[in-house]
């Protein structure tokens, strides 16, 4: 027990040397004056408001949602008989300027999201090259907003240059293994906004149940889901997630992983899954997608094209992991494919006929794909433009990275940061310290390294427990994805960690404790 009250006793003490509204991820570049100063803001009169020679203005509905957002996260708890301006200038507007015009879009890997933040005597400027950038300021500005023992709003005197180091900062959410309902979605959507993430991977669809909603195949949802009514993404919810998530400049990537974790496809596509045998005989069950049949890619395209045209990112997530070729090995006809093609006893050369065909009719539609790492290990011959997803531990993920990387492909890590792992203590550390360069390698292959993904598998996971699971503890993975290598303190880490996990609790997010001690505002509003 002494090592843990050491442990309390530091972090107890750094928290009382916690800065005046710290952010979270820590930005680039900070600079307060020396004098330091604040500026207080009145919140009747405080206002958003496009800077002259802005290329967007009023009616970018990307910005105008914020503005709403913002003002309400920051002052829906000011009272209107509050005294709002006791000393100083006030600040009473949030100019916001956008170099190149574009509200309509929708975010890419190519966004661009630095913003300058300067707070001054009565002034407030954001600028940034695009809107998504103008999205990750405003963030950065609401968490520096304070109020004083009088219940006054203020901001510090400072000076903020801030990029992302890697453009691909994901979030995968599991609604297979048990459904998230709309709601918990677009609540997590929020949160990551909150922490700068950019991707949600929708891992979809998996074995246990298929409750994505075909036009194209409505009975895939209707066989495959957990309930056809009430566990299923309708095509307009998917909509809603998609323009929730434009809103605050996150992507969506949807994960339809073949030819294995397809077992809930089956009943909904007779004909699709694999039949097992045993000996001669069928015995009734089912194993991946059936590779040697023309219908299976028939069936595949057609999937594939509603799916291209419902999610407008570029890339979809096509899977390629964990394919138990125990059923192929059982079936006749597939052994009698094999002999004929032949690949001789290698089914690892059936699963790369399979891919290869997939990535040419996705190439086909015009869309990119990312794939899981058993692609690349199994040698399937993929685009030059792939990118190679990591998420094994069998062998140590830098060396995979370094193999990815040195092939010329790009890579995704996700193995450090499965996040439905869970153990006692202050696991968010592991995630925290992990750095995704840390691998023999040129500096062109560090430049392939588009970022990474934290992970929240489903099996134990459902809307009960989502939120107190993934935060704060994804904020981890937000900060090292998005801030400078050079970040890496633990204590000053732990510090605005835990005054980034009170904020959320203000914010109603059911963020969990990183250890020890209270925040004035604890959840549920007392």
């Given at each position: 027990?002494?090592?843990?009250?050491?442990?309390?006793?530091?972090?107890?003490?750094?928290?009382?040397?916690?800065?005046?509204?710290?952010?979270?991820?820590?930005?680039?570049?900070?600079?307060?004056?020396?004098?330091?100063?604040?500026?207080?803001?009145?919140?009747?009169?405080?206002?958003?408001?496009?800077?002259?020679?802005?290329?967007?203005?009023?009616?970018?509905?990307?910005?105008?949602?914020?503005?709403?957002?913002?003002?309400?996260?920051?002052?829906?708890?000011?009272?209107?008989?509050?005294?709002?301006?006791?000393?100083?200038?006030?600040?009473?507007?949030?100019?916001?300027?956008?170099?190149?015009?574009?509200?309509?879009?929708?975010?890419?890997?190519?966004?661009?999201?630095?913003?300058?933040?300067?707070?001054?005597?009565?002034?407030?400027?954001?600028?940034?090259?695009?809107?998504?950038?103008?999205?990750?300021?405003?963030?950065?500005?609401?968490?520096?907003?304070?109020?004083?023992?009088?219940?006054?709003?203020?901001i510090n005197k400072t000076e903020i240059v801030?990029?992302?180091?890697?453009?691909?900062?994901?979030?995968?959410?599991?609604?297979?293994?048990?459904?998230?309902?709309?709601?918990?979605?677009?609540?997590?959507?929020?949160?990551?906004?909150?922490?700068?993430?950019?991707?949600?991977?929708?891992?979809?669809?998996?074995?246990?149940?298929?409750?994505?909603?075909?036009?194209?195949?409505?009975?895939?949802?209707?066989?495959?889901?957990?309930?056809?009514?009430?566990?299923?993404?309708?095509?307009?919810?998917?909509?809603?997630?998609?323009?929730?998530?434009?809103?605050?400049?996150?992507?969506?990537?949807?994960?339809?992983?073949?030819?294995?974790?397809?077992?809930?496809?089956?009943?909904?596509?007779?004909?699709?899954?694999?039949?097992?045998?045993?000996?001669?005989?069928?015995?009734?069950?089912?194993?991946?997608?059936?590779?040697?049949?023309?219908?299976?890619?028939?069936?595949?395209?057609?999937?594939?094209?509603?799916?291209?045209?419902?999610?407008?990112?570029?890339?979809?997530?096509?899977?390629?992991?964990?394919?138990?070729?125990?059923?192929?090995?059982?079936?006749?006809?597939?052994?009698?494919?094999?002999?004929?093609?032949?690949?001789?006893?290698?089914?690892?050369?059936?699963?790369?006929?399979?891919?290869?065909?997939?990535?040419?009719?996705?190439?086909?539609?015009?869309?990119?794909?990312?794939?899981?790492?058993?692609?690349?290990?199994?040698?399937?011959?993929?685009?030059?433009?792939?990118?190679?997803?990591?998420?094994?531990?069998?062998?140590?993920?830098?060396?995979?990275?370094?193999?990815?990387?040195?092939?010329?492909?790009?890579?995704?890590?996700?193995?450090?940061?499965?996040?439905?792992?869970?153990?006692?203590?202050?696991?968010?550390?592991?995630?925290?310290?992990?750095?995704?360069?840390?691998?023999?390698?040129?500096?062109?292959?560090?430049?392939?390294?588009?970022?990474?993904?934290?992970?929240?598998?489903?099996?134990?996971?459902?809307?009960?427990?989502?939120?107190?699971?993934?935060?704060?503890?994804?904020?981890?993975?937000?900060?090292?994805?998005?801030?400078?290598?050079?970040?890496?303190?633990?204590?000053?880490?732990?510090?605005?960690?835990?005054?980034?996990?009170?904020?959320?609790?203000?914010?109603?997010?059911?963020?969990?404790?990183?250890?020890?001690?209270?925040?004035?505002?604890?959840f549920g509003g007392f």
């Amino acid at each position: 027990m002494a090592a843990g009250r050491e442990l309390l006793l530091l972090l107890l003490a750094a928290a009382a040397l916690e800065p005046a509204a710290a952010v979270w991820p820590q930005p680039q570049a900070e600079r307060s004056p020396p004098g330091g100063g604040r500026c207080p803001l009145p919140p009747r009169r405080f206002r958003f408001v496009y800077a002259s020679g802005s290329a967007v203005g009023p009616g970018c509905a990307v910005l105008e949602a914020a503005f709403q957002r913002y003002w309400a996260l920051l002052f829906a708890t000011a009272r209107p008989t509050e005294n709002e301006q006791p000393w100083g200038t006030p600040c009473t507007q949030l100019l916001v300027f956008v170099a190149t015009p574009g509200c309509d879009g929708f975010p890419s890997l190519d966004s661009k999201e630095g913003y300058k933040l300067s707070v001054s005597e009565g002034s407030l400027l954001l600028s940034a090259d695009a809107v998504w950038g103008a999205l990750r300021g405003l963030e950065t500005f609401s968490q520096l907003v304070g109020r004083d023992e009088n219940g006054t709003y203020y901001i510090n005197k400072t000076e903020i240059v801030d990029f992302p180091r890697f453009p691909h900062r994901g979030l995968l959410l599991d609604t297979s293994r048990h459904y998230l309902p709309l709601r918990a979605i677009l609540e997590t959507l929020d949160v990551m906004a909150y922490n700068k993430f950019n991707v949600f991977h929708w891992h979809i669809v998996d074995d246990p149940s298929f409750p994505y909603e075909s036009l194209t195949f409505p009975e895939l949802s209707k066989q495959g889901a957990f309930n056809a009514m009430t566990h299923v993404y309708t095509a307009s919810d998917v909509q809603t997630v998609i323009e929730y998530a434009r809103l605050r400049g996150i992507r969506v990537i949807a994960e339809f992983d073949t030819p294995g974790h397809t077992l809930s496809w089956g009943p909904g596509a007779p004909g699709l899954l694999t039949p097992c045998y045993l000996g001669k005989d069928p015995s009734g069950t089912y194993g991946p997608i059936n590779p040697i049949l023309n219908s299976t890619y028939q069936f595949v395209t057609s999937l594939f094209q509603e799916v291209s045209s419902v999610f407008p990112d570029f890339f979809l997530h096509l899977g390629g992991d964990e394919v138990d070729f125990t059923c192929w090995k059982s079936n006749p006809k597939i052994r009698a494919f094999m002999k004929e093609m032949g690949f001789g006893e290698d089914y690892k050369k059936l699963e790369s006929f399979y891919i290869q065909r997939l990535l040419d009719i996705i190439s086909s539609l015009g869309k990119g794909y990312i794939v899981w790492q058993e692609v690349f290990d199994n040698g399937v011959k993929v685009r030059p433009d792939t990118i190679i997803h990591v998420w094994k531990n069998s062998m140590p993920y830098m060396q995979e990275m370094a193999n990815v990387t040195k092939a010329g492909y790009r890579a995704l890590l996700s193995a450090p940061w499965y996040l439905n792992h869970i153990s006692y203590g202050q696991d968010w550390m592991a995630a925290y310290q992990v750095e995704p360069l840390k691998f023999e390698g040129s500096p062109e292959q560090k430049d392939r390294v588009i970022g990474g993904e934290a992970c929240m598998w489903g099996e134990y996971v459902d809307a009960t427990n989502l939120a107190p699971r993934l935060w704060p503890r994804a904020g981890a993975v937000a900060e090292r994805l998005w801030s400078n290598a050079t970040v890496r303190d633990l204590h000053d880490a732990y510090v605005r960690l835990a005054a980034f996990r009170c904020k959320l609790l203000g914010r109603g997010v059911q963020a969990q404790p990183l250890y020890v001690g209270y925040c004035e505002n604890e959840f549920g509003g007392f």
